[in-house]
């Protein structure tokens, strides 16, 4: 046991604080912003958004590449530094080489990206031959790879191939032909690693270099560098994807911001003015919501037509407008119904507020988190949209970059090169992603009731 | 139950006559001729076809004969197959989309109830987070990329085991259905998934939930008659939309797949310009999803008893 | 506030009671930290007799009992001491007493939204059969005849048809009706009701705490009320527990605690209630402030900070209980020997 002392049982005087308030008062908008930081993916795809905002906007004045300009000797590069390469002739034609004689299939002079030239000797039993190229080594199956040509007499006993040269090995077969034209079995190979060459005209178009400077034949000169690649007509991917990201978010937040606002307007009027206006009104909605979405997306888009050497964009942006306003104006009608009813309202009326004043400083406050949210949730949707529409040719129209007609194109030629499709589908992806998690966030710290009960 | 069926299908076509209107003023727009194609055209034909869709008559004669042959069941004639009704190739091709509509739809659904449930069951243990990662995947990467990569991965399987363990593309067996439907199901299943977990979470710490405790139930029985049944209403209420999403994004699925589908056509039809094909299409296919939308709301009146009785 | 026709004062314990809880303490790790919801409570419950639990929002009330059912989610929650006894055995962590379930069939419960704590999805019929289909093994039929009862024994007219019909379409009152046939379909020898008629009426209040009344002498089963309205208390209880900051300040027969407070707490309570007395005229006195951070509680006692006639020792550790009677304890260093202060408006031992 304790022993008190008589002092223990005197009155206290000096008391704490028990009306203090012990934090700051925070405003709606300061809880949910605290809320929102806590929230780690949230903040993680708010980072990413203002990334691919700068990257969008900013990035074409970083990375001065025109995106519509080709390097025709760096055709599907894929991504990375290597563009060593050397300065070359003009090519010359070529009928091959009297002094070779008898050969087994054999390279004439350096085989460059500019040609690669082979000449061999009839095979034997071979009325003709056929020439293959492949990326790989023969394997059992003896897959030969793609025949690049035919020649059905042993006059012509030679081939310069210029199909689509990459800078690496490169496996040459020779097989020769019967009578009829078929394959026989006997064939030969060669190996061959391809250099990368330009000529000097179009070192001078890339900018490489000048003649004034001395640059000649033999040189040696470091390509224009494409640190992302080039797609399959030699533009490069980084600035395509930046033009594309332009595209893809003009639309893809434009859009967004202007249905949600028409749906904004519609939707708070026909829930304040009520009754059979507001019927009337969402029933007309819920007719437009009714519209198969991408069949009629598909439909705006050939009502408007797109003329020659227009982009598309603009059809695409108001058919988005036009088709999605509904879903907004039903949600804030909603909201609008529903804060309508609460008891802040009618407080605020008995003090003798105003309509004005109550649709500034109550209904709009109290529906712009949910509006906010329909828009973060909505910009990854119309990007899919495009994506989508692009992909299947009804989306913008060619040149115009955007990542869903890159991914069309870089599908075509998956297995080659792959990067094509890897750069603007993950850039798609990605942005979706963010804006969805960022949507996400926004919801768990605005508005309690939505939240997600993470 | 029957008044409110009744009254939904009374909307329904109200609805269809709507989206047949808009659907007609939107192709009166397209610039051009509709007469003019490649092919040429006698001009006895060119009269007959003129005075069958009134080309030649004002816009509201034209609305009016339109609305009349929808009404008889009428969708005229191809422009660019000649010969061809409309309704010979809704006929021939729709039965194909609308199995691929359904199988990805059961696929999402099922799959999206099961991972939503069990992400909810096991919140924030590790089945939790694997489920929820995939969803983010599945919720992000676009269709059209899952499916060629899909078909990228059915190759290579087809390669290593030596045989064809699943068909790359065409359609004709339950095995060419398989893929396709689940490649097309993945983003509605996503998304549902996400729904049913964040109902769930919410049913699970509801009051009535804690009533049934306290009543001290069989913990099976609680979270079927009591949670299940409750989170699944949100989903179902989606289930109509949902269908609508899967219907329409089928045309990506079948283009990759070379799957002789409705949507494929609608495509073809579309950069062929063939006007009486795209109108009929669209036309159907929102009459189908308006009452996919009935069948579901009505369904939701079997599950919910508050919308029956109101 | 009614007037009880006759005083009563509790005898010695003549039989043993019903439910023994001791030294109760329950903890919550939030987000915040932890959060040391109940800290030491000790109570009884008597058989046949009802108990009140009195206190505002925040004290504990809820988390006291719902851990003794066990519907506290052990995760976040955690039981750190303390013991309670159901006819001598122990209840904490355990689902059933000598074969028969604790949750639902040995005690019952209702709760305080009756608008939310039913299933929409279910007929009410259903949802009172449930037990008994649980508990007893009936099968449906029998369960669901059973039920409808029930809800006669509720006084719910046209039970039978209502039973068939869904929470929707019943108001708040008959719902909480419908809740307490629930809660006594398997003949629970206590029934925790958790503050049943805060979201009602005046009127539908009265017929409810009549309800459970009628009930109680029917049955013969205990009575764990749980409320923030001392008139409620004054109608139903026999017993009073008065609970601050997660402990109980003051506990003992009604009349003791409104004729006889010895707890500034409980005279705070009462000071704040309306009257109906038209000769009354003065103020409604709040208590000043709130109560403390239970995420950081107070070494001494938790309503220090509020109280008239604190005292140096108040601040810095807690009273023991002490006993003014055999079943009426204050805790309050007031009533050391060693306190000297003796306001008036308490009640001591060895005063009138």
């Avoid at chain 1, 490489?208 to 400077?213: I, M, P």
């Avoid at chain 1, 600035?239 to 028409?262: C, D, Q, T």
């Avoid at chain 3, 605690?257 to 003065?282: E, V």
């Avoid at chain 3, 001494?300 to 002490?322: I, L, T, W």
Wanted: some cysteine.
């Amino acid at each position: 046991m304790v022993n008190f002392t008589a002092a223990d049982f005197t009155a206290l005087t000096t008391q704490r604080e028990v009306q203090g308030i012990s934090r700051p008062a925070l405003s709606y908008w300061q809880d949910a912003w605290i809320r929102l930081k806590a929230n780690k993916r949230a903040l993680v795809s708010l980072y990413l958004v203002i990334g691919l905002l700068l990257f969008t906007i900013a990035g074409p004045w970083v990375w001065r590449v025109n995106p519509a300009a080709q390097d025709l000797d760096q055709i599907g590069q894929p991504p990375g530094t290597d563009r060593a390469g050397r300065i070359v002739d003009d090519i010359q034609p070529w009928f091959g080489d009297e002094a070779a004689g008898v050969t087994s299939v054999r390279v004439s002079g350096d085989a460059t990206t500019q040609a690669v030239r082979l000449q061999w000797s009839a095979l034997p039993g071979a009325n003709g031959h056929r020439v293959y190229r492949n990326m790989f080594a023969l394997g059992q199956e003896r897959a030969y790879g793609i025949p690049i040509a035919e020649i059905f007499d042993n006059s012509t006993l030679y081939f310069v191939d210029r199909l689509d040269l990459k800078p690496r090995h490169y496996y040459y077969f020779v097989v020769a032909l019967g009578p009829q034209g078929e394959l026989l079995d006997s064939f030969e190979s060669i190996e061959v690693d391809v250099q990368r060459v330009t000529t000097v005209d179009e070192a001078i178009e890339q900018g490489l270099g000048e003649v004034a400077d001395g640059l000649q034949v033999g040189d040696r000169v470091n390509m224009t560098w494409h640190p992302l690649g080039t797609d399959y007509l030699g533009r490069d991917m980084l600035a395509r994807l930046m033009a594309g990201a332009r595209v893809s978010l003009l639309i893809g937040i434009g859009a967004p911001f202007l249905f949600v606002l028409f749906g904004v307007i519609y939707g708070s009027m026909a829930g304040f003015v009520g009754g059979r206006t507001d019927q009337l009104m969402m029933r007309f909605a819920d007719f437009v919501i009714a519209l198969p979405f991408l069949l009629f997306m598909i439909l705006f888009k050939i009502a408007f037509g797109i003329g020659p050497g227009e982009s598309g964009v603009f059809p695409l942006l108001v058919a988005l407008v036009v088709l999605m306003w509904p879903a907004t104006a039903r949600l804030v009608r909603g909201q609008v119904l529903q804060i309508r009813e609460q008891a802040y309202i009618s407080a605020s009326q008995l003090l003798g507020a105003k309509t004005n004043y109550l649709i500034i400083r109550h209904m709009i406050p109290n529906t712009l988190g949910v509006v906010l949210v329909t828009v973060t949730f909505a910009i990854p949707s119309a990007i899919f949209t495009e994506a989508f529409l692009s992909f299947i040719g009804m989306g913008v129209a060619p040149p115009t970059p955007s990542w869903g007609s890159m991914s069309n194109e870089g599908i075509k030629t998956m297995l080659t090169t792959p990067h094509e499709l890897i750069f603007p589908a993950a850039l798609i992806s990605i942005t979706v992603l963010a804006f969805n998690l960022l949507g996400d966030g926004l919801r768990d710290a605005l508005d309690a009731r939505m939240r997600n009960t993470e | 139950m029957w008044l409110y069926t009744f009254k939904r299908m009374l909307q329904g076509v109200l609805t269809v006559w709507f989206i047949a209107s808009a659907t007609f003023f939107a192709m009166h727009n397209v610039p051009g001729d509709p007469l003019l194609n490649d092919r040429a055209m006698t001009p006895a034909v060119r009269a007959n076809l003129e005075a069958k869709y009134g080309l030649d008559q004002p816009l509201s004669t034209q609305y009016f004969i339109y609305l009349r042959n929808l009404a008889r069941g009428d969708l005229g004639i191809s422009f660019t197959q000649e010969n061809r009704e409309v309704n010979d190739i809704i006929r021939e091709h729709f039965p194909v989309s609308a199995i691929l509509g359904i199988l990805a739809i059961l696929f999402a659904a099922a799959g999206g109830i099961l991972w939503g449930a069990l992400t909810a069951i096991f919140r924030n243990r590790w089945p939790d987070y694997a489920i929820m990662f995939l969803v983010i995947l599945g919720i992000s990467v676009p269709s059209f990329v899952v499916a060629a990569l899909s078909q990228l991965a059915l190759v290579n399987i087809n390669a290593l085991a030596g045989t064809t363990v699943l068909p790359v593309a065409g359609w004709g067996t339950l095995l060419h259905m398989l893929v396709p439907a689940m490649v097309l199901g993945l983003g509605t299943m996503a998304y549902l998934t996400r729904l049913m977990r964040s109902s769930m979470l919410e049913i699970i710490s509801s009051d009535f939930v804690r009533t049934a405790k306290a009543k001290g139930l069989p913990p099976a029985r609680i979270f079927a008659k009591h949670q299940f049944r409750n989170a699944i209403l949100p989903v179902v209420t989606v289930l109509g939309p949902a269908i609508a999403a899967i219907t329409t994004g089928g045309f990506v699925v079948e283009l990759v797949f070379a799957i002789p589908g409705l949507g494929r056509f609608f495509v073809e039809a579309v950069q062929q310009l063939d006007y009486t094909v795209i109108m009929g299409t669209t036309v159907f296919y929102g009459a189908f999803l308006v009452f996919m939308v009935i069948v579901v709301d009505v369904l939701y009146g079997f599950i919910d008893p508050r919308v029956r009785l109101e | 506030m009614t007037q009880l026709a006759t005083e009563t004062v509790l005898d010695p314990q003549t039989s043993p009671p019903l439910l023994e809880v001791e030294n109760l303490a329950v903890e919550f790790d939030t987000y915040g930290g932890t959060v040391q919801a109940v800290r030491g409570v000790n109570f009884t419950v008597e058989q046949g007799k009802t108990l009140a639990i009195v206190g505002e929002s925040g004290c504990g009330k809820s988390v006291t009992v719902q851990s003794m059912m066990g519907l506290i989610p052990m995760p976040p929650g955690r039981i750190t001491s303390g013991s309670a006894r159901l006819r001598g055995i122990e209840v904490l962590g355990r689902n059933a007493i000598a074969g028969k379930e604790i949750r639902g069939a040995e005690i019952g419960m209702i709760f305080q939204d009756p608008m939310t704590s039913l299933n929409p999805t279910m007929t009410i019929g259903d949802q009172i059969a449930e037990p008994l289909q649980g508990h007893r093994g009936y099968s449906y039929r029998r369960a669901f005849n059973a039920a409808i009862e029930l809800l006669d024994l509720s006084k719910i007219p046209e039970a039978a048809r209502r039973a068939r019909q869904y929470p929707f379409e019943f108001s708040g009152g008959m719902l909480q009706r419908a809740m307490i046939a629930m809660a006594i379909a398997c003949k629970p020898s206590i029934l925790i009701a958790d503050e049943p008629t805060t979201a009602l009426d005046v009127t539908i209040q009265a017929q409810i705490l009549d309800l459970l009344r009628d009930l109680q002498t029917e049955t013969g089963m205990a009575i764990i009320l749980i409320t923030h309205d001392l008139g409620v208390v004054a109608r139903m209880a026999n017993e009073v527990a008065v609970m601050y900051a997660g402990k109980i300040v003051e506990h003992g027969s009604v009349d003791d605690i409104f004729y006889r407070s010895a707890h500034p707490y409980t005279l705070g309570l009462r000071a704040a209630m309306p009257t109906n007395d038209p000769s009354l005229k003065h103020e409604l006195t709040p208590i000043e402030g709130s109560p403390p951070d239970l995420f950081a509680p107070p070494p001494g006692c938790g309503y220090c900070p509020r109280c008239p006639h604190a005292m140096q020792v108040c601040d810095s550790r807690d009273a023991d209980d002490y006993y003014l009677e055999a079943r009426h304890f204050s805790r309050c260093w007031l009533h050391h020997d060693a306190a000297s202060l003796k306001p008036d408006e308490l009640y001591f031992r060895n005063s009138d």
